[in-house]
């Protein structure tokens, strides 16, 4: 399985950026799907996720409200809807992809893509 991420880059506070990720590969593996990110100097943390074929989600308390995870399973992409933008957002996201038999963690990871929000 191979993940890409896109679609950052840099806005002003109040704003809004849709990322997304194309899956592919064995996409028939694939349980459930996550959006990370990384700040700079702070620990990588989970922000969305969303079971790829029922489409349940659930958010990180710090986007909950202004985030919105979706797929579109027929183009094997997963996107992240992003409104209202806070300089607190800025960090490099990224794309995550699990298997069923994974659990709690994630088994493949694209690349990043990075966000800055300006104040």
């Known amino acids: 399985v191979q993940l890409q991420a896109s679609g950052g880059g840099l806005v002003q506070a109040g704003a809004s950026l849709r990322l997304s990720c194309v899956v592919s590969g064995r996409t028939f593996s694939i349980y459930r799907m996550g959006w990370f990110r990384q700040a700079p100097g702070k620990e990588r943390e989970f922000a969305a996720g969303?079971?790829?074929?029922?489409?349940?989600?659930h958010y990180a308390d710090s986007v909950k409200g202004r985030f919105t995870i979706s797929r579109d399973n027929a183009k094997s992409t997963v996107y992240l809807q992003m409104n209202s933008l806070k300089p607190e957002d800025t960090a490099v996201y990224y794309c995550?992809?699990?298997?069923?038999?994974?659990?709690?963690?994630?088994?493949?990871w694209g690349q990043g893509t990075e966000v800055t929000v300006s104040s």
């Open positions: 995550a992809a699990a298997r069923p038999e994974s659990g709690v963690s994630y088994d493949y």
């Open positions: 969303i079971r790829w074929n029922s489409g349940t989600t």
